[in-house]
T-cell receptor
Framework: DAGVIQSPRHEVTEMGQEVTLRCKPI?????LFWYRQTMMRGLELLIY????????DSGMPEDRFSAKMPNASFSTLKIQPSEPRDSAVYFC?????????????FGNGTRLTVT | GESVGLHLPTLSVQEGDNSIINCAYS??????FIWYKQESGKGPQFIID?????DKRQGQRVTVLLNKTVKHLSLQIAATQPGDSAVYFC??????????FGPGTRLSVLP
């Protein structure tokens, strides 16, 4: 039973470069969440989708961040241009329901380092 | 793996002892609460959940207690083992839309 799959596991890039993080949710799950984890701020919700539609993107830090979900089995989080303060672990999670009646299932994250 | 929160509160327990990890939540209207365990280099993993109409729920070696009066959640781990060493997060539902996570507690099991 494959869980949430994220790629790449590690990404090191230079400031100003574009970064694309990828996520494949668990099959049959219809909600997808992007979280960012840092030492200072813990786990922060960036954006979440229900049935491929973005519901709340108020956690996206600024216009440099964008997320898409073109179909039920794939989502991307893009940062353009990247900055050193974007360095963090980015997690994707999925849920079988479109509300908070069931727990989130997390991937193992992408560790992003921007130099 | 990476360090998750160098400034996290840490609980150190002797192997075989019971552990109690506490969490204060903010929204009195929250209806659903979850405990997650995060090991180094991995994503948070579901442990146990509880709904607001319950005070206590038990799983295998774990028990979650909910005190709605003081907005407090606790996770009890019986007979703590080295494999229980991790960071533990509580999460509360945010008006039925998504989840808000606590800052986490690092559990260190001493041999």
């Amino acid at each position: 039973d494959a869980g949430v799959i994220q790629s790449p596991r590690h990404e090191v890039t230079e400031m100003g470069q574009e970064v694309t993080l990828r996520c494949k949710p668990i099959s049959g799950h219809n909600s997808l969440f992007w979280y960012r984890q840092t030492m200072m701020r813990g786990l922060e919700l960036l954006i979440y989708f229900n049935n491929n539609v973005p519901i709340d993107d108020s956690g996206m830090p600024e216009d440099r961040f964008s997320a898409k979900m073109p179909n039920a089995s794939f989502s991307t989080l893009k940062i353009q241009p990247s900055e050193p303060r974007d360095s963090a672990v980015y997690f994707c999670a999925s849920s079988p329901t479109g509300d908070t009646n069931s727990p989130l299932h997390f991937g193992n994250g992408t560790r992003l380092t921007v130099t | 793996g990476e360090s998750v929160g160098l400034h996290l509160p840490t609980l150190s327990v002797q192997e075989g002892d019971n552990s109690i990890i506490n969490c204060a939540y903010s929204n009195s209207a929250s209806d659903y609460f979850i405990w997650y365990k995060q090991e180094s280099g991995k994503g948070p993993q579901f442990i146990i959940d509880i709904r607001s109409n319950m005070d206590k729920r038990q799983g295998q070696r774990v028990t979650v207690l909910l005190n709605k009066t003081v907005k407090h959640l606790s996770l009890q781990i019986a007979a703590t083992q080295p494999g229980d060493s991790a960071v533990y997060f509580c999460a509360e539902d945010n008006y039925g839309q998504n989840f808000v996570f606590g800052p986490g507690t690092r559990l260190s099991v001493l041999p």
